[in-house]
């Protein structure tokens, strides 16, 4: 069965300090994956999405970055955070070609 | 217009109550259709599908209307473990499969 894993679980980090989340997807071969931004009390906002290694679509203007370096390794990254980048921070993979998402544990980021 | 709409809530509402949760969606072009759970500070989980037909599984009844661009889920039999948001989910016309989430509707099941 497939598994994704997130981490870390939680991060404090100053303004200005710079970022690396990770996700790794288990049990399945060329996935979509997904990066989600919810804030506090919204919703989900896609940030990025990549249907292979080295490929990423970026949903809105932001201070983030997104890469693939191996077929089931996501990678969300900051040079330098903002207040406003503070949330909950989901990774997501679906089948290629199937709606349906699957969502790791989330990593909730706060920034000071 | 927001993409997908729903009533914030919080529904409260005792155990063995049937409640219902609507959903109306904006892009006609859309073809799937979810229900996501999501409990207090946890991700969000896929509850059901919703096809053109109705479907049902358990005590949840998931329906949409296509002309109407709205959905629906009815849980029967509400049980205290029900308790969370419930988050409407729909499938654009883009690619990579995006999906548009709803913010979510509370509800709160009690003694």
């Known amino acids: 069965s497939q598994t994704i894993h997130q981490w870390p679980a939680t991060l404090v980090q100053p303004v200005g300090s710079p970022l690396s989340l990770e996700c790794t997807v288990e049990g399945t071969s060329n996935p979509n994956l997904y990066w989600y931004r919810q804030a506090a009390g919204r919703g989900l906002q896609l940030l990025f999405y990549s249907v292979g290694i080295g490929q990423i679509s970026s949903e809105v203007p932001q201070n983030l970055s997104a890469s693939r370096p191996q077929d089931r390794q996501f990678i969300l990254s900051s040079k330098k955070l903002l207040l406003s980048d503070s949330g909950f921070y989901l990774c997501?993979?679906?089948?290629?070609?199937?709606?349906?998402?699957?969502f790791g544990p989330g990593t909730r980021l706060t920034v000071l | 217009r927001k993409e997908v709409e729903q009533d914030p809530g919080p529904f409260n509402v005792p155990e063995g109550a049937t409640v219902a949760f609507n959903c109306t969606y904006s892009?006609?072009?859309?073809?799937?259709f979810f229900w996501y759970r999501q409990d207090c500070r946890k991700e969000p989980k896929l509850l059901m599908s919703v096809y053109s037909s109705g479907n049902e599984d358990g005590r949840f009844t998931a329906q949409l209307n296509r002309a109407s661009q709205y959905i629906s889920l009815l849980i029967r039999d509400s049980k205290l473990s029900d308790s969370a948001t419930y988050l409407c989910?729909?499938?654009?016309?883009?690619?990579?499969?995006?999906?548009?989430f709803g913010t979510g509707t509370q509800l709160k099941v009690e003694l």
């Open positions: 892009n006609s072009a859309s073809q799937s």
């Open positions: 989910v729909v499938n654009g016309a883009g690619g990579g499969n995006k999906l548009t």
């Open positions: 997501a993979w679906s089948l290629a070609g199937v709606s349906e998402q699957f």
